[in-house]
């Protein structure tokens, strides 16, 4: 069973930093974050492939980085520039061949 384990959310102003992270429990595939508000599903914040590959949602492009540690099973969520409109329970998601694994969540709060 893999487990997840995030770190690093917290209350920030509007043009602040974040960094969250996520440690695995062992070798994972593939590593995203994702984001959630209260009435509204789930949507992917950034991802980085097995390879390296990245992808991004439009909203964050410019102002988040995510990286990852192969070595240590983490990945991280560099934001950048945060807006309000960031506030939002952030989780990790990691996969393992075709099994999927979410972390317990963290919350991030931008204050205008």
């Known amino acids: 069973q893999v487990q997840l384990v995030e770190s690093g959310g917290g209350l920030v102003q509007a043009g602040g930093s974040l960094r969250l992270s996520c440690a695995a429990s062992f070798s994972i595939d593939s590593m995203g974050w994702f984001r959630q508000t209260p009435g509204k599903q789930r949507e992917l914040v950034a991802h980085?492939?097995?390879?390296?590959?990245?992808i991004y949602t439009d909203s964050v492009k410019g102002r988040f980085t995510i990286s990852r540690d192969y070595t240590k099973n983490t990945v991280d969520l560099q934001m950048n520039s945060l807006k309000p409109e960031d506030t939002a329970v952030y989780y990790c998601?990691?996969?393992?061949?075709?099994?999927?694994?979410w972390g317990q969540g963290t919350q991030v709060t931008v204050s205008s």
């Open positions: 980085v492939t097995s390879g390296g590959s990245t």
């Open positions: 998601r990691a996969t393992v061949r075709v099994n999927i694994y």
